[in-house]
């Protein structure tokens, strides 16, 4: 199939996002485009971006669009053969969803479809917590952070699953459960996709 496989995956912080994009990353071959990482790296080299994003994210806001979408940009170009793209933190807001719309159309690569893990907020801090004991992530540790990112979440984010779904592009995934489980959820609902398109 020539068309490139491209997915949004979503969920709240602490949705085991990160965990299950690998996976998809390795089945299908696609290139992981985490906001999350990317921003990681500036704030590790002390950018004068990095060190503006780690202010936003100590305090569970959100980095500029501008920002993120420039980040996107310069690393799908330099991707120009991947047989598709993983969307992981991004887009985050109908904006971004607009402005990545756009530009995956001018190259005639549109998203594939919308995963969205969905787990409840009190499983979610749970899993946040022991993450921020384990990994020393200090947006990790302190529960009123964690609650406040999942309410950004809820409140910036949500309106996306309208936005996906307009379009027919939206599908809901139980989050809960383990790994292989959900894995399993994803790989259904891509493989749907997929023949749909064939």
Do not use: C, W
């Amino acid at each position: 199939m020539s068309e490139k496989l491209n997915i949004v995956l979503f969920g709240p912080p602490g949705a085991g996002k990160g965990t299950q994009s690998t996976f998809l990353i390795e089945r299908y071959g696609l290139v992981h485009l985490s906001t999350g990482d990317l921003l990681r790296a500036e704030i590790k080299d002390e950018t004068p971006l990095g060190l503006q994003a780690k202010e936003l994210m100590d305090t569970g806001e959100l980095v500029p669009d501008h920002v993120v979408v420039g980040m996107i940009k310069n690393k799908m170009e330099a991707n120009l053969d991947a047989k598709g793209f993983i969307f992981d933190g991004f887009p985050r807001t109908q904006e971004q969803a607009e402005a990545l719309d756009e530009m995956l159309n001018m190259k005639s690569t549109p998203i594939t479809t919308m995963l969205a893990l969905e787990v409840p907020e009190e499983e979610l801090v749970k899993r946040l917590l022991g993450r921020g004991a384990d990994s020393g992530r200090t947006d990790d540790q302190d529960e009123s952070v964690i609650r406040n990112r999942i309410a950004t979440y809820e409140e910036k984010t949500a309106p996306l699953k309208e936005f996906y779904s307009a379009q027919g592009k939206f599908v809901g995934i139980d989050g809960m459960g383990d790994r292989a489980t959900i894995t399993g959820r994803l790989v259904e609902a891509v493989e749907t996709v997929r023949a749909e398109q064939d």
